[in-house]
């Protein structure tokens, strides 16, 4: 049996009770998110408050979330505090999009079904960096890494001796023709 958050409801008949829902829910259980983002230690926490807006229907979303993605500077693990606060229009068209209210995003339910998993799930993504990474200055103390700077050049070139790392490619290509 799918948890309430996970079933299809009708979102235009939401609006027009005015409901309410707040409710945890596992990050891996919100459609969509990308597998960097995929581990949280706890459930992310959503607000969710259905109205009308313009003779539109609307949705206030809040989220709270704090995922634990790897730092793409450093590799090392990293917190991520998550909080986002929109309003979006429900539409169940392109067409009906573009009669929304500029000022809010559109969230598109098909024949104006969808599940409050999918509403969460969509303010996550917006709210999501592009690339997870600490910090300025925060990523050698994660990684364990010593704190005297950007690492020196290597040996031989600190001893003054150039390098040529591809100073054997013509002998090589040479051998492949013969």
């Known amino acids: ?30 459609p969509g998110i990308p597998a960097e ?8 926490r959503v607000w969710l408050q259905f ?11 809040r989220l709270q979330a704090e995922l634990q993605p790897q730092c793409q500077r450093c590799l090392g693990a990293m ?39 999918a509403l969460a799930a969509e303010e996550m993504l917006l709210a999501l960096p592009i690339v997870p990474r600490h910090a300025d200055g925060q990523c050698h103390q994660a990684a364990g890494a010593v704190e005297h700077g950007p690492p020196g050049p290597p040996a031989a070139a600190a001893e003054g001796e150039t390098q ?15």
Request: charged content about 30%; aromatic content about 8%.
């Open 1 to 30: 049996m799918p948890q309430g958050w996970s079933k299809p409801r009708d979102l235009e008949r939401l609006a027009e009770q005015r409901a309410q829902f707040e409710f945890e829910i596992p990050l891996a259980e919100l």
């Open 37 to 44: 983002f995929s581990f949280a230690a706890e459930p992310v």
């Open 51 to 61: 109205g009308r807006d313009r003779g539109v229907a609307v949705a206030d979303i």
């Open 79 to 117: 917190r991520l505090p998550i909080e986002a606060v929109s309003r979006v229009a429900i539409v169940d068209s392109a067409a009906a999009a573009g009669r929304a209210p500029e000022e809010l995003e559109t969230f598109l339910a098909p024949d104006g079904h969808s599940s409050l998993a």
């Open 164 to 178: 040529r790392p591809f100073a054997d490619l013509r002998a090589m290509f040479e051998r492949g023709k013969n």
